[in-house]
């Protein structure tokens, strides 16, 4: 914050904070020395005065004595020329201030006195203060190189009320202390007996020194608040007043805000002449008494000169696309209420105009063309310059859909697009699946997927024009793997106290070798080589196993009903084999909650229609529809989603028709 507000300075501020902080009422300037020549303090030693103002220490010092001892005041100098010095290079104080007339060494000091020093091991400052004899001095490295070494002048101030001396660095305070005591009447710039002078010394120009204990009657007050409106190119004249009217005053223009054609008379507080431009002007005016005791006033004025050029309210860029139709309306404006003229000085030939439009077709090539109009109020005119961007067709990607591609196969897919200015420049904002690549030259997607599923892929692509135009959208990349599978029935029916051998296999429709595991068993029945093994209890009961296949990345379940019954021949008594009719079993157990099993026989391959129907007829379970090898099978039923009451089931194979009643308990 302090290097941005240190940066600000510029010519006319730096003047204006001089002025308005100098000339605030009840203040006496005691001391405002340019430093062109010795005119105001007493020149000790060498040194050199500079032309344009400033003077330059050769060993010397020059001493200011306000006449008078000041309790609130300040005491400011400006400063250039100068860069902090490296480490081991000479150093010096150029400003300080003192109580106690020749005590300007500091040597058996009686008095407050301050010193601001620069050079060598400062960073870059050091400042101090001491209020009386025998009182604790204060002294603090304070600033940055980079605050004074870009070559503009600084100010430097010391303020000081009584008992609280402040330093601050081109209006910035740097720091305060509060003293017992603090009051000064001597001055010095340049090198003391003490120090040595930084090479090469600094130039120190425009001294200060202000007393702020003057009476507020000793104040010469600018009583004009504002200036009369004023017409551009009409005769304008207003004269500033004081509130001593009678009293000579000196005035100074402190800014340059004053239209070309106007002059100020410092002598008169006279402004005159013929405005040659029109707005808003904050002229910035100071007047001087010539008793340097009586302090001045420093004011800001509004000043109107009328009758503003047109202005423009249409954008000053416009575009359409190849072989389409163009129209573009110019809108101006005299602030003033003038009426304006316009007319249009350059436009392409493919462009007509009806009043203040233009209007055509553009042309088939992508280019940048303009139009130039003239606005004009009669006495002030402004031109404007429109581009007109001729733009290609906007760019479309043509691939909506990915093909699907295939876990562990070769994939390549090309992109295309329309319109705009080949070549495209494509992107893939997505991940694509481990294995694919994309290929912004070949525009192609490509490579052997290493993992399967759904992905969601983020394409953009851009022309070759400038600005470059493009297109986006997200396309669905689907890598399928299908998931393996168990071949073996729903339900298998054992018998108590029976040894088990049952084969299982299973199968990946990817080719990809698979893995067998039982996830869900009863405690007699385990897995093991691709069998399942075990001796079914002494009981009759109903229990289930889940087995569990995985290829690598995709894996899936398949459940087991295992019904151990006292008498499996119960089913049907004297089966033999082979199934030589058609059957329908009643189902077991019945009643049933919430499992049972249906057992069905196919005499010969045929297509089976296996229904379950409530006690209304309607059908609310298609147990199967499908073609049986020759074989007995039973289905496994659940029923936790049906309502408590009586069932049908049927069965359809062939010529063969049966019903069979199930009732549910719960």
């Given at each position: 914050m302090l290097l941005s507000l240190y940066h600000l300075k510029i010519k006319n501020l730096f003047i204006i904070l001089i002025f308005s902080s100098l000339l605030l009422r009840g203040q006496k300037l005691i001391v405002q020395d340019a430093l062109k020549d010795s005119t105001t303090g007493l020149l000790q030693g060498a040194g050199i005065f500079l032309t344009k103002g400033g003077w330059r220490s050769a060993g010397g010092k020059i001493i200011f004595d306000a006449g008078h001892i000041i309790k609130n005041g300040y005491f400011e100098a400006t400063m250039r020329g100068w860069t902090a010095p490296a480490q081991g290079v000479k150093k010096s104080h150029p400003l300080a201030g003192w109580e106690i007339k020749d005590q300007y060494t500091r040597m058996d000091q009686q008095g407050s006195y301050f010193n601001w020093r620069i050079g060598s091991n400062y960073n870059p400052f050091k400042v101090l203060a001491k209020p009386i004899a025998g009182g604790a001095r204060l002294e603090e490295h304070i600033g940055t190189n980079s605050m004074v070494n870009d070559g503009k002048p600084d100010v430097y101030r010391v303020e000081w009320n009584d008992a609280r001396v402040t330093f601050s660095l081109d209006g910035i305070t740097l720091i305060s202390w509060q003293l017992s005591r603090f009051q000064l009447q001597y001055f010095t710039i340049g090198k003391d007996d003490w120090y040595e002078l930084t090479n090469p010394a600094p130039v120190i120009s425009d001294v200060i020194i202000v007393d702020r204990d003057l009476p507020s009657s000793d104040t010469l007050m600018i009583s004009t608040q504002s200036l009369v409106k004023g017409r551009y190119l009409e005769f304008y004249s207003d004269t500033l007043k004081t509130d001593r009217d009678n009293d000579y005053g000196q005035w100074l223009l402190l800014n340059d805000s004053l239209p070309g054609g106007l002059n100020f008379d410092i002598e008169t507080g006279i402004i005159q002449g013929t405005p040659k431009s029109s707005g808003i002007y904050h002229p910035i005016v100071c007047v001087r008494h010539p008793d340097e005791w009586v302090a001045g006033d420093t004011t800001s004025l509004l000043l109107e000169i009328e009758n503003q050029k047109p202005v423009y309210f249409s954008a000053d860029t416009a575009q359409v696309r190849i072989n389409e139709l163009f129209a573009y309306t110019i809108r101006t404006k005299d602030p003033d209420g003038h009426s304006v003229q316009l007319q249009c000085i350059n436009y392409p030939s493919w462009i007509s105009l009806t009043d203040s439009t233009a209007h055509g077709t553009a042309p088939d090539v992508p280019q940048d063309t303009s139009i130039t109009w003239i606005a004009s109020d009669g006495d002030l005119s402004d031109t404007m310059t429109v581009i007109i961007h001729v733009l290609p067709k906007t760019v479309n990607i043509q691939s909506d859909i990915f093909p699907d591609g295939y876990y562990l196969a070769p994939y390549s897919y090309q992109f295309t697009a329309t319109g705009g200015v080949p070549p495209y420049h494509w992107e893939i904002n997505s991940t694509l699946p481990r294995g694919l690549l994309f290929d912004p030259d070949s525009m192609k997607i490509r490579g052997t997927p290493l993992e399967s599923g759904t992905f969601s892929i983020r394409l953009q692509v851009q022309d070759s024009w400038t600005p470059a135009y493009g297109d986006t959208t997200t396309l669905i990349l689907r890598i399928k793997n299908q998931a393996p599978q168990i071949s073996l029935p729903d339900t298998i029916v054992l018998k108590i106290n029976e040894d088990l051998t049952i084969p299982v296999s299973g199968s990946d429709p990817d080719g990809h070798p698979v893995i067998l595991s039982l996830v869900e068993r009863p405690s007699?029945?385990?897995?093991?080589?691709?069998?399942?093994?075990?001796?079914?209890?002494?009981?009759?009961?109903?229990?289930?196993?889940?087995?569990?296949?995985?290829?690598?990345?995709?894996?899936?379940?398949?459940?087991?009903?295992?019904?151990?019954?006292?008498?499996?021949?119960?089913?049907?008594?004297?089966?033999?084999?082979?199934?030589v009719n058609f059957d329908l079993r009643q189902n077991f157990p019945n009643p049933m909650n919430p499992e049972t099993v249906i057992g069905f026989s196919v005499a010969e391959r045929c297509h089976v229609t296996l229904s379950l129907f409530n006690a209304k007829g309607q059908r609310v379970r298609c147990l199967a529809d499908c073609d049986f090898a020759r074989g007995y099978y039973q289905k496994h039923v659940k029923a936790s989603s049906l309502a408590a009451g009586v069932y049908y089931y049927t069965i359809q194979m062939k010529d063969y028709y049966a019903v069979k009643k199930l009732v549910l308990i719960k």
């Open positions: 007699w029945l385990t897995l093991t080589d691709s069998m399942m093994v075990g001796t079914t209890p002494s009981e009759g009961q109903a229990a289930m196993a889940v087995l569990q296949i995985t290829d690598g990345d995709l894996t899936s379940n398949h459940t087991i009903h295992l019904l151990v019954y006292y008498n499996p021949s119960d089913m049907n008594p004297g089966q033999s084999a082979e199934p």
